[in-house]
């Protein structure tokens, strides 16, 4: 069955640019959307469509996406952008999401 | 502002039942479709079954097909979840979440703060 691979955690230092990858069969083909998880709260979406940002989402938060591999990049991370990262696609009527990463700040 | 609040969650058996309900406002609650989302304890996001915006298409994950049944009441602004035969593995914090569809595909805009299923077993 189809599935969003993404690593289980990501480290980065406070000002540096942090990427989180996520890649699928025929991901390409897809419009991947990302979201934010913060301990004890309801995730939020960061980027939708590949590459666009809901409003009120920093413009730090970027996305983007190479053949079957999409990157959701947070430029100049800050201490709260620390969370657990999800990407989601569509696949046959069926949303997925991928296993989740965690971004320490450190 | 848009507002989903889930209730109906709590402790119940293996096998049991147990119907949730979400209640949406600070939109135009028809026109959307809607969509159930699954967290178990410590893990990650799981999708469970959406709804389109009149109610005629309803999906369901694979996990539930057969035991849940997804419905809305667009007069009230309410979703509903029965969950039927219910499992230890459907112990999750469930979340109603509004889809935001444009062009070929849907996004998940807005969450509710969640309800938590346990099933003992």
């Known amino acids: 069955s189809y599935g969003l691979t993404q690593p289980p955690s990501v480290s980065v230092s406070p000002g540096q640019t942090a990427s989180i990858t996520c890649s699928g069969d025929?991901?390409?083909?897809?419009?991947p959307s990302w979201y934010q998880q913060k301990p004890g709260q309801s995730p939020v979406l960061v980027i939708y469509?590949?590459?666009k940002r809901p409003s009120g989402i920093p413009e730090r938060f970027s996305g983007s996406k190479s053949g079957n591999t999409a990157t959701l990049t947070i430029s100049g991370t800050q201490a709260l952008d620390e969370a657990n990262y999800y990407c989601q696609a569509w696949d046959t009527r069926t949303a997925l999401f991928g296993g989740g990463t965690k971004l320490t700040v450190l | 502002e848009v507002q989903l609040v889930e209730s109906g969650g709590g402790l119940v058996q293996s096998g049991g039942s147990l119907r949730l309900s979400c209640a949406a406002s600070g939109f135009t609650f028809s026109t959307f479709v809607m969509s159930w989302v699954r967290q178990a304890p410590g893990k990650g996001l799981e999708w469970v079954s959406d709804?389109?915006?009149?109610?005629?298409?309803?999906y369901y994950a694979d996990s539930v097909k057969g035991r849940f049944t997804f419905s809305r009441d667009n007069s009230k602004n309410t979703l509903s979840l029965q969950m039927n035969s219910l499992r230890a593995e459907d112990t999750a914090v469930y979340y109603c979440?509004?889809?935001?569809?444009?062009?070929?595909?849907?996004?998940?805009?807005?969450w509710g703060q969640g309800t938590l299923v346990t099933v003992s077993s």
């Open positions: 979440a509004r889809e935001d569809c444009s062009g070929e595909t849907c996004h998940f805009d807005y």
């Open positions: 025929q991901l390409g083909d897809k419009y």
């Open positions: 469509q590949d590459n």
């Open positions: 709804i389109s915006h009149n109610g005629a298409a309803i």
